[in-house]
């Protein structure tokens, strides 16, 4: 079992900056890729970016690559979501999620791929 707890979230200004994080427990995650996704109302929910916990190696959405860094700290079993230059329609619920063996990144854009979630965290960018 694996519990995922986001946090991180807020309310800022277009042009702003946000970090999110989700903190992992119940496992060691070596074999596994800790994905970001987001949702806004009314829309499906959509891949933003993954990691792979070992080795590090990162995949981004075209509309996040560039403004939106993933990254993990392996001591603190925790995942983050740097975002910069923050848009109005960055305006979502995020999300975390966990794959346990895995084929390679560019396999986990979609979220049936993940095994667990977590409860998301609120994010609201104003223009």
């Known amino acids: 079992q694996v519990q995922l707890v986001e946090s991180g979230g807020g309310l800022v200004q277009a042009g702003g900056s946000l970090r999110l994080s989700c903190a992992a427990s119940g496992r060691t995650f070596s074999s596994y890729a800790m994905g970001w996704f987001r949702q806004a109302p009314g829309k499906e929910r959509a891949f933003v970016a993954v990691?792979?916990?070992?080795?590090?190696?990162?995949y981004y959405s075209n509309s996040v690559k560039g403004r939106f860094t993933i990254s993990r700290d392996n001591a603190e079993k925790t995942v983050y979501l740097q975002m910069n230059s923050l848009k109005a329609e960055d305006t979502a619920v995020y999300y975390c999620a966990s794959k346990f063996r895995f084929a390679t990144l560019i396999t986990l854009t979609t979220p049936t791929s993940y095994d667990y979630w977590g409860q998301g965290t609120q994010v609201t960018v104003s223009s």
């Open positions: 990691i792979e916990w070992s080795a590090g190696s990162t």
